[in-house]
């Protein structure tokens, strides 16, 4: 948090009161700091020094053009989901031999969009979608790159929702039919198998569970190699957890790579990381407002300008998120909820907590938001989605403009028969 600071009594991010950036933009809004982008990014890039490596971005942890720009310029890679994350990676300035796109149900005009763009590689999730591609590649006249996402059965510890690599995961394929694939591959035109893939889960705050997936899925690497496959690429996947709670500590990069860089070395692959929260979460915060106190029996309610739509993880994953006031405070009150106006009882920042005794029309900070933040943001209860600010240094910019009504409304057709 030290992009995140304060002065006085002021909260900054970099060179810019927060107070400042609220008064000016209105609430709630998202900032994010160029800083700490920078800072997460460089702590992987060294971390990874001495092996071959890329480091792609998890799009889906905040697909904002103004900080993909920003990670593209660091010379960071891109790792997609959909057509629409492509549509980000390629117009923020991605390199697209440093994107890669993962994804169990790749549509065919995102499998035609990726071709198109000449992607590094396809992270197959099936047989189907295989042949799929296979089919597709041979049709335009391309040859497709892909590497096959396996599943080494991980518990990761991590919450069920975000847990990827168990047995019965909709993720991937078992070992087992992985060498199904790659022989399958072998009579295939248009595809051509350069790399392995895996990854178990998100908020992963152990190193056991990286580890023995890791050690798994690099046995695949090997294994495929001796069959003559020419896997160049080892893509570990993303899943480095963050500390959300002050008292938290949670393995570093460097600790990370420690504890696999003998295992990555003998696969003599290059290995691509695909971190999104390590590199985002921590470089932002939502600003939101405090529009009433109220009190229920014991109960004390901060209730905010920002819900369960602008900032979903609470409300999801009972996700903790520390929050602060951003200009000094006068105190705290105990065992308070500090909620939002959606007509929803889940609809909470935090929970039964310690929170700023802030009044009405103070304004507060909801911690580590950079990540999964906006991106999950959803215009419930026609709610116009936040305002997003980058700060770089002592100068900031809207990087993208809070909602309209008329924008809640776009697209949408009344048939004359009505
Ligand atoms: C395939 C893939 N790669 C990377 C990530 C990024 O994960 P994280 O943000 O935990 O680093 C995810 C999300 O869990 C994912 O599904
Ligand atoms: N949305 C999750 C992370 C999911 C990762 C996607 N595979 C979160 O906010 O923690």
Not at 120 to 141: K, M, P, T
Not at 155 to 163: D, F, R, Y
Not at 183 to 205: A, D
Request: hydrophobic residues 40%.
């Amino acid at each position: 948090m030290e992009d995140f600071h304060r002065e006085g009594e002021a909260l900054y991010c970099e060179g810019v009161p927060l107070g400042e950036i609220a008064a000016a933009v209105g609430t709630p809004t998202y900032v994010y700091s160029h800083a700490a982008l920078e800072r997460a990014y460089m702590d992987l890039v060294d971390a990874f020094a001495g092996l071959d490596f890329m480091v792609c971005f998890a799009v889906k942890a905040n697909s904002n053009l103004a900080v993909l720009r920003s990670l593209a310029a660091m010379g960071a890679g891109a790792d997609i989901v959909s057509g629409g994350e492509l549509y980000r990676a390629v117009r923020a300035g991605f390199d697209p031999k440093k994107i890669v796109f993962a994804g169990v149900g790749k549509t065919e005009s995102e499998i035609v969009a990726g071709l198109g763009e000449r992607i590094l590689l396809f992270n197959v999730e099936s047989a189907s979608e295989l042949e799929c591609i296979e089919r597709l590649a041979s049709i335009h006249g391309k040859k497709a790159r892909v590497a096959l996402r396996v599943n080494p059965g991980v518990e990761t510890g991590t919450h069920e929702h975000i847990s990827t690599g168990h047995e019965n995961s909709k993720f991937g394929v078992p070992v087992e039919e992985a060498l199904q694939l790659a022989e399958r591959i072998e009579s295939y035109r248009c595809v051509e198998l350069i790399g392995v893939h895996q990854h178990i889960g998100s908020q992963i705050s152990k190193l056991a569970p990286h580890v023995e997936a890791i050690e798994k899925s690099a046995e695949l690497v090997k294994e495929l190699k001796g069959r003559g496959h020419d896997i160049r690429y080892f893509n570990i996947g993303g899943g480095l957890g963050v500390p959300y709670r002050g008292d938290e500590t949670l393995p570093s990069p460097l600790e990370f790579v420690d504890a696999i860089r003998p295992t990555l070395k003998e696969t003599q692959a290059k290995i691509i990381c695909e971190m999104g929260r390590y590199i985002a979460a921590r470089a932002g915060v939502l600003l939101t407002k405090v529009v009433y106190r109220k009190r229920t029996g014991e109960k004390s309610y901060v209730v905010s300008d920002a819900g369960m739509n602008d900032l979903l993880r609470p409300s999801l994953y009972g996700a903790y998120h520390e929050v602060v006031p951003v200009n000094g405070s006068t105190g705290s009150v105990a065992g308070a909820d500090l909620v939002g106006p959606v007509c929803e009882s889940g609809d909470f920042l935090a929970r039964e907590r310690d929170l700023p005794d802030a009044g009405e029309g103070e304004v507060l900070a909801v911690l580590d938001s950079g990540a999964y933040g906006f991106t999950m943001a959803s215009n419930y209860n026609s709610r116009p989605r936040p305002a997003e600010v980058m700060v770089r240094g002592g100068r900031w910019a809207v990087v993208r403009e809070r909602e309209h009504y008329a924008d809640l409304v776009k697209g949408e057709i009344v048939p004359a028969f009505l």
